[in-house]
């Protein structure tokens, strides 16, 4: 295995930075003129991934806050019994504020995955309050502003932006708030994911992994290292990886291009309940893959496999489950920008522009172009066997 991480670690090349990426996490508030409107949609995205850097790491610094004391009560079930906390909520209020304070309210959409319905309802009083408090709070430890600034209305508000379809026209944010609330409530890997959607395609990209090693990922991760990572990418851009705190500037960050099975590694959901981890094993051992899965919850995976953590992702969800746009837009645009592909089992490049669900053959794979046809085959195969 150590041989294996020898190998990724060649795979990092050229540091570079560019005067695109030296990003700041003030978010600035603009109102923009039809002039400067059209300049900003460039192909550049720069305005955009600033703010976005800025909004994932304003959520992300609530969540961190909220993970070291997390009470029972501040989780409810969802209606489909997934899990749900104050973290979850916060952050997509802190997002939907902070990208309309940056980018202005003028056309402003955002498909994300949670609503505020539940927080409407008489036992929701107390989570909304308390999230009121931690949205404000993490407003004024960043110096956004002075003293609390948003009411509880205003939070529900800020949720519910979060209601849009999508779809092939126009602008469209995409947040999920947590992603991997599950291993948040572990005190595992998690990541707030926001991306932009453009014309039915995703221009940028953002994850912020508050709990991944800021060294790598590895079947040997050990406790006590540095985490948080943020990556980000725009289309034509790269993908550049950051930490949380800022105390390393950006670099670029590549794919692995191990081309041969045998010293490739895979990434899969920690949630055995999230992808059919006996077809992966399968598949891994039709391809010639030897070491077993590294399995972490939420996009961090996509974050590691950009920069060469794992060379093969997978996901297959059980029959009936219906894949989210939130769940993938970010992570696909980071391993993209990263030399990456990304295809669903019928080898299609993944579709953004249907609206709030994601439509995929069998499943969601990634890596590096060398392998992608022996993964497909293998898949192909492998699917026969076990339909
Ligand atoms: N039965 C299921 N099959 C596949 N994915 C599921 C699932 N139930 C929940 N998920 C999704 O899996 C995501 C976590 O991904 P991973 O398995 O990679 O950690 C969850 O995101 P949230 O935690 O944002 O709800 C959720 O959207
Ligand atoms: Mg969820
Ligand atoms: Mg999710
Ligand atoms: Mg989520």
Redesign the pocket.
Known sequence: MECVRANFRLTRLAVHLTSATRFSSVITRTNFSGCARSAMSSSSYEHELRVAVGAARLAARLCQAVQKKLLAKETQSKA?K???TVA?YGSQALVSWALERGIGSENFSMVA?EDADDLRKDDGLDMLLRITDLVNNAIIDEGLESSPILTKENVLEAIDRGRSQGGPVGRHWVL?????????LRGD??AV?LALLDEGEVVLGVLACPNLPLAGVSLQTSSGEPVGCLFSATRGGGTMMQSLNDSFAPKQVYVSDVDHPALACFC????S???RQTLTDQIAKIMGVQAPPIR????A?YGAMARGDAVIYM?F??VG?R??I??HAAGCIVIEEAGGVVRDAAGKRLDFSKGRYLDVEHGILATNPKLIDTLLTSVEAALKVYK
């Open positions: 489909d997934s899990p749900v979850d995955e999920d708030p947590i992603d991997g609330t599950k291993g948040f890997q998690y994911a899969e959901s920690f949630e309940a999230h992808s972490i919850d939420s996009q995976k996901r969800p059980h489950y894949e989210k939130w769940d």
